[in-house]
Each structure stands twice: as structure tokens, then as C-alpha cells.
């Protein structure tokens, strides 16, 4: 199966910047698409940015101008580049991939999740 493995967060003052990084374990095909959510305490689950197979990418309009989404394919790793950080950005960030991979003696898709990393912006 496809595992997905996160780092990057912890704590940063506000106007501050993090990286985040998700990289994909197994035998994978293709990716069609890979992404960041985040989850504030007491709040549902977000999508936060996206990118596709053909390198499209969308954001959530709190973090347009802010983050950038990334992807180095020979890595099988996703970033997530965070910058003027505020308070409001304080969650779990959780990586998502989709595509096809190989496990289990065929090919299949996959739409598997990170453990999520904790970021918190407090001065």
C-alpha cells in the first residue's frame, strides 16, 4: 500500500514561515493528484491547496498569496511552502495523494492520508 509520511511542523511566531513535506512510500504509477488540508480545533477538516498530475494548482482563498504548493516527482514528495503566517493558520496539516500504485498483486488506486503534522503560530 501507499504510506504517506509528513514533517515540517511546529511552532512559529506570527509573520513567520514553515515548510511542509509529505513523502510517498510504494510502488506508485502516477500520482493524479496530491494535497494539504488542515484541521483547526473545533472546526471540520479543510482543503487548504492542491496540485494536479499536470502541475494545476488551487488554494483555499485564506491562503492565496501565501502558500505555495509544490512537487518534486522523482522524490515522490509534496511541500507545502507557508509564509506570513498568523494565528488563524494554527491546525494539523494533513497531506493527501491519489493515483495508482501497485500492492497487493495488481495495480489499484490509492486515496490515502498522513498522521498530520502540528502547526502552531502564537507569539
Known amino acids: 500500500q501507499v504510506q504517506l509520511v509528513e514533517s515540517g511542523g511546529g511552532l512559529v511566531q506570527p509573520g513567520g514561515s514553515l515548510r511542509l513535506s509529505c513523502t510517498a512510500s510504494?510502488?506508485?504509477?502516477?500520482?493524479?493528484?496530491m494535497a494539504w488540508y488542515r484541521q483547526a480545533p473545533g472546526k471540520e477538516r479543510e482543503l487548504v491547496a492542491a496540485?494536479?498530475?499536470?502541475?494545476?494548482?488551487n488554494y483555499a482563498d485564506s491562503v492565496k498569496g501565501r502558500f505555495t504548493i509544490s512537487r518534486d516527482n522523482a522524490k515522490n514528495t509534496v511541500y507545502l511552502q507557508m509564509n506570513s503566517l498568523n494565528p488563524e493558520d494554527t491546525a494539523v496539516y494533513y497531506c493527501?495523494?491519489?493515483?495508482?500504485?501497485?500492492?497487493?498483486?495488481?495495480?489499484?488506486?490509492?486515496?490515502?492520508w498522513g498522521q498530520g503534522t502540528l502547526v502552531t503560530v502564537s507569539s
Open positions: 496540485i494536479t498530475s499536470g502541475d494545476s494548482t
Open positions: 493527501n495523494a491519489r493515483g495508482v500504485a501497485y500492492y497487493s498483486g495488481s495495480s489499484r488506486s490509492f486515496d490515502t
Open positions: 510504494g510502488i506508485i504509477f502516477r500520482f493524479n493528484a
